[in-house]
């Protein structure tokens, strides 16, 4: 299995690499500029190639994950350029770091008489953005936390608009536990039907990311707070093992977005390798 986690560009995305090279890790997520922001960075290519180099010595996969403010259902026009520049930019740098994508959330419900009207600009977005781009790194779409009922939170609308989309070979998707189980599409105790869903939808075909968390809330109370993956959380070593023994997630990277502060990341890393590690015949 492939575990990693995220790390910090504070010393640029070589030093991104290196930190999780330090850590036995064999992925790792980065914010590939202010995570508070949308300002289109200026980077080094230099720094962007050392990056990718060094992880194609050490077999290192990486993915970046778009600023917090990154939204694919803007509520006006502003907003909406910002966060079309700022997507264009955050693969631009995922392509030269040599990741495979960049992560963005779903979307939000922006009217409450056309339940329509957000997967439209969802589309819309997605088209306007991957028209204009023609490298390898993808755009991975996150499940959303919250709700039942909340929209990103099934496997049908994000294959759905996947499908939708002109583009969707540009597209991959990113599973996140914790977001699963806040909503209730994955409840710990139902991964059977998870799975087969997913198989039937053909979900897994573009699957390229899990995003490895334990929650910190029980399913379906609709909260996106992440806890360690052995605790204390709502999700059990048992449920978790489940999800990690699927055929159909061996290749992928299980990234780790934990509280660093209540399990340094190198431990708990050490825990999944020792747990995991050979794992689904890695
Ligand atoms: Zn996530």
Redesign the pocket.
């Known amino acids: 299995m492939k575990f990693g986690c995220h790390t910090s560009i504070r010393e640029g995305y070589l030093g991104a690499a290196m930190q999780a090279f330090r850590m036995n890790a064999a992925a790792f997520q980065y914010f590939p500029k202010n995570p508070k922001s949308l300002a289109v960075k200026n980077f080094s290519h230099e720094d962007a190639m050392q990056c990718k180099a060094f992880c194609e010595e050490k077999s290192l996969m990486s993915v970046s994950h778009s600023p917090y403010p990154t939204s694919l259902t803007p509520q006006n026009k502003k907003k909406r350029e910002l966060v079309i520049r700022s997507l264009l930019n955050d693969l631009d740098i995922a392509e030269a770091c040599g990741s495979i994508g960049v992560v963005v959330h779903f979307g939000k419900q922006i009217s409450h008489t056309d339940p329509i009207a957000s997967y439209q600009l969802v589309i819309d977005m997605l088209n306007e953005i991957l028209q204009r781009w023609d490298g390898n790194a993808k755009l991975l779409l ?1 499940n959303n936390a919250g709700l039942p009922g909340a929209i990103g939170t099934t496997l049908e609308e994000l294959v759905q608009i996947r499908k939708l989309c002109t583009y969707h070979e540009k597209i991959g998707f ?1 599973f ?1 536990t914790c ?1 699963a189980f806040s909503c209730g599409l994955w409840d710990g105790d139902n991964w059977d039907s998870v799975l087969s869903k997913g198989m039937e939808l053909d979900y897994f075909g573009a699957l390229k990311l899990i ?1 490895f ?1 334990n929650s910190k809330y029980e399913t379906r109370v609709g909260k996106d707070r992440h806890a360690p993956i052995f605790g204390p959380g709502y999700i059990t070593e048992d449920q978790f093992d489940q999800l990690v023994q699927t055929p159909q997630l061996a290749n992928i990277p299980f990234i780790l ?1 934990t509280p660093k502060e209540e399990m340094p990341h190198q431990k708990e890393i050490e825990l999944l390798q020792k747990k995991w590690g050979n794992a689904s015949g890695w």
Do not use: A, Y
């Open positions: 996150e990113c996140d977001h995003h968390n977005e």
